[in-house]
């Protein structure tokens, strides 16, 4: 079994037992959804995601042995991974200073730039639009739809 493989039984296991502490939380005769409902929806798209990571892995044939450059990519990909930790790290920290619109903004069109750069103008339309459709569509549906106040920025007030 690979590190996806395993990294799928590790998700399961978790998933599955947060799952069943949600099972524990008392309904609220006042509120018609309870308080697990939404973990419990969250909890069982992971584990059956994490179930399909496992399947794949097992059902995944044999792999060649890595080339140099497939080395050297694999090495590179790990380095994103960890920029794009600290890319989101700097997400959190400007949420409270520029708030959920603006700094949502930021986060999706900067790590869209760097996922995958754009090449030329064109291509930087694209991000800076998804960025923007991306903030707009969530804000609009956690604070208009959902009722969910998100932060607002203390520099923006926005």
């Known amino acids: 079994m690979s590190r996806d493989g395993i990294a799928g039984l590790a ?26 409902f939404y973990p419990r929806i969250v909890l069982g798209l992971t584990a059956a995601l994490s ?13 060649a042995p890595l080339s140099e450059v497939s080395r050297k990519k694999e090495k590179f990909n790990y380095l994103l991974v960890a920029i794009s930790f600290g890319v989101f790290a700097l997400y959190a920290a400007a949420l409270p200073w520029l708030g959920f619109r603006i700094a949502t903004f930021l986060f999706v069109g900067g790590a869209n730039a760097l996922l995958d750069p754009p090449r030329g103008a064109r291509g930087w339309v694209r991000a800076l639009v998804l960025a923007l459709v991306t903030s707009l569509v969530t804000w609009l549906v956690f604070e208009r739809w959902l009722s969910v106040l998100l932060p607002r920025g203390r520099w923006t007030d926005f």
Do not use: E, N, Q, Y
């Open 51 to 63: 179930f399909g990571l496992i399947i794949a892995d097992l059902l995944a044939h044999r792999r």
């Open 11 to 36: 998700v399961l296991a978790a998933s599955l037992v947060l799952f069943a502490l949600t099972l524990d939380l008392k309904d609220s005769p006042m509120v018609p959804v309870g308080p697990g």
